[in-house]
């Protein structure tokens, strides 16, 4: 086990009661915004009846991490697996790399905490903190490689292509950078709302081109080979009488499928787009943070007000609707041995049959909130980081 330089962080944004607090992003004249956990605290989803169950969940193992964790929705860890490894960082800016069973390889000390959480790719973990550091730590024995201050926090999880990485930051720049050394090749900046979801867009790259949305409601692409403008398109417009009703950041990561790249915006719109011209081929209102996931010709998505949607994503057509979920709040979603597999910051795991749209199972993990999006690792197992920094990993069984 290795451990760097002890590193502390910016104080966490909480959101209490209708207006909460707001903390100044320094050196960008930007305002950050983020969500800590409702009051009251998240309400399960009322039990199943015992013959609509056809899915349950076993726990293979379980591992407390040490270590500070808070459960944070919009802006919680993103636990990554690859290579038979887990990667996730903590509230104290602790990077863990684990094995396969939960049992902990080494650790890594990062300056600040990392809104997103690590990036693994080639052998190297990439990841961001919130005082704007930005490092790549060897997968294989936590030894720092390389690290760089940036001018703003990473808000987006950061994505590795061929010899360079880009992120977005929150201050509205997107970096291309050199995966050798950290070396800026370019910079794209739009202006930033003066509140935003303290969180950006995932990044997509095909061939020569890269797509991201930004806070200001827009989905952008851009020539990867310098950033150069493609084309732009509004997938929301702000309305409403004040900032935090005219918030509409595109916050999901764009989706590819064919000729077509499908964005959506915290509340509004779901859309798609010609991915060579931008030319708009469809729109239907839809709020949501959490990234669609599109299988075997479905687009399903998971809508900031709880309720789930199965969408054809050549018409935008809703082919159906779960509305027995709404009102809650999700930590994320996948798609895992044939299930729609969601988690709630109420602590629980529920599946949806992709075909049908109706719940077949739920259970609950942890009363302290599941605060990532489920990972799954294959052979219907996946892992869950508990509010508290209790990694789970569970299995479909028969009920």
Partial sequence: ????????????????????????????????????????????????????????????????????????????????FVDD????????????????????????????????????????????????????????????????????IPSSPIT????????????GHLLALDTSNGRVDWTFSLPQPSLLLRRSSGIVVHGQTLYSGFADGKLVALNVANGAELWHATVAIPHGNNELDRMVDVSATPVLDGDRVIAIAYQGNIAAYNRHSGEELWSQPLSAVITPILHDGTLFVAGSDGQVYAIDPQSGTVRWRNTRLKGQSFSGMTLCDGQLLLSNFAGQVITVDPQTGHRTGQKMISSSGIQAAPVCVGKGRFLVLSGVGTLYQLQFQKP
């Avoid at 190297?124 to 760089?148: C, F, H, M, N, P």
């Avoid at 061929?162 to 930051?169: C, K, S």
């Fill in 160 to 171: 590795v292509v061929d010899q360079r990485l880009f992120v977005q930051l929150a201050n």
């Fill in 1 to 80: 086990m290795r451990e760097g330089k002890a590193g502390g962080g910016l104080s966490a944004l909480r959101y209490a009661g209708a207006l909460g607090l707001l903390v100044a992003l320094g050196g960008c004249g930007v305002w950050n915004w983020a969500f800590g956990p409702s009051e009251p605290a998240p309400k399960p989803v009322q039990a199943m009846h015992t013959e609509q169950v056809t899915t349950d969940f076993a726990t293979n193992w379980q591992a407390r991490l040490y270590g500070d964790w808070r459960l944070q929705p919009y802006n919680a860890t993103e636990v990554r």
């Fill in 85 to 152: 490894g887990i990667y996730l960082c903590d509230d104290a800016g602790r990077l863990f790399a684990l094995s396969a069973s939960g049992r902990q390889r080494w650790l890594y000390r990062l300056d600040g905490t990392s809104p997103r959480g690590p990036t693994v790719a080639n052998g190297v973990v990439y990841v961001g903190t919130d005082r704007g550091k930005l490092y790549a730590i060897s997968a294989q024995d936590g030894k720092k490689l390389w690290e760089v201050q940036l001018d703003a």
